[in-house]
């Protein structure tokens, strides 16, 4: 069974600081890895979508990583800010299975002071 | 930019009531799925939806609960006889289709059901 992990559970960083966020997978046969950002109370924000044929994708101060072999997945946050702060999640797609759902980890609380 | 909406953000319910929570998916998606997040836990699966039937459901998804389309904008969940565990916010998510970009899966605000 899929279990996906995300360490550490919180983080907190002064502002400026450049950061990763790691998630890991047990079971290497991935569609494609999802990250997500959560606002406290709110809904899932996609931030970043990568193909298992994928290495990286990057938008704007994000940077993501897939090592789908080693089942690992980092989030790379540049010159963070005060707006950065949430719970970013990872979720993961299995190949080996008929339908398309999600499954997600717990997440990371960054939080990121001024 | 399109959004999946959700609606009401917030049900309350007296235990064994039932529930209807609507979602409207971005309107050329053609997948849907519904699910769920009970406070401090993981994001967990209830069930995908495709060609108006279900595609995938997870064990949580047993027969209290259920799925319709009934137009062509609307998106349901309903859950027959509420149980104090089946508080938690809901969440829909729609995909557009299959190949490359458009797996991603877009989310919804979420309804936060609470059950008394």
């Known amino acids: 069974k899929q279990e996906v992990t995300q360490i550490p559970a919180a983080l907190s960083v002064p502002e400026g600081e450049n950061l990763v966020l790691n998630c890991s997978f047990t079971?290497?046969?991935?569609?494609?890895l999802q990250w997500f950002r959560q606002d406290p109370g709110k809904g899932l924000t996609s931030l970043l979508l990568?193909?298992?044929?994928?290495r990286e994708q990057t938008s704007g101060r994000l940077n993501a990583s897939l090592d789908k072999s080693s089942g690992r997945s980092t989030l790379y946050i540049a010159a963070s800010q005060p707006g950065d702060s949430a719970t970013y999640l990872c979720?993961?797609?299995?190949?080996?299975?008929?339908?398309?759902?999600?499954?997600f980890g717990k997440g990371t609380t960054l939080s990121v002071s001024s | 930019e399109p959004e999946v909406t959700q609606t009401p953000s917030h049900q309350v319910t007296q235990m064994g009531q039932e529930v209807i929570l609507r979602c409207v998916p971005i309107?050329?998606?053609?997948?849907f799925y519904w699910y769920r997040q009970i406070l401090g836990q993981k994001v967990e699966f209830l069930v995908s939806?495709?060609?108006?039937?279900?595609?995938?459901k997870s064990e949580i998804f047993d027969d209290q609960f259920s799925v319709e389309r009934p137009d062509g904008s609307n998106f349901t969940l309903k859950i027959r006889s509420t149980k104090l565990e089946d508080s938690a916010m809901y969440f829909c998510?729609?995909?557009?289709?299959?190949?490359?970009?458009?797996?991603?899966?877009?989310f919804g605000p979420g309804t936060r059901l609470t059950v008394l």
């Open positions: 998510a729609s995909r557009k289709t299959a190949g490359g970009s458009y797996n991603e899966q877009f």
């Open positions: 309107s050329n998606h053609l997948y």
């Open positions: 979720a993961v797609r299995l190949v080996n299975q008929a339908g398309t759902a999600l499954i």
């Open positions: 990568i193909q298992s044929s994928q």
């Open positions: 079971d290497s046969a991935i569609y494609n």
């Open positions: 939806f495709y060609n108006n039937e279900i595609s995938e």
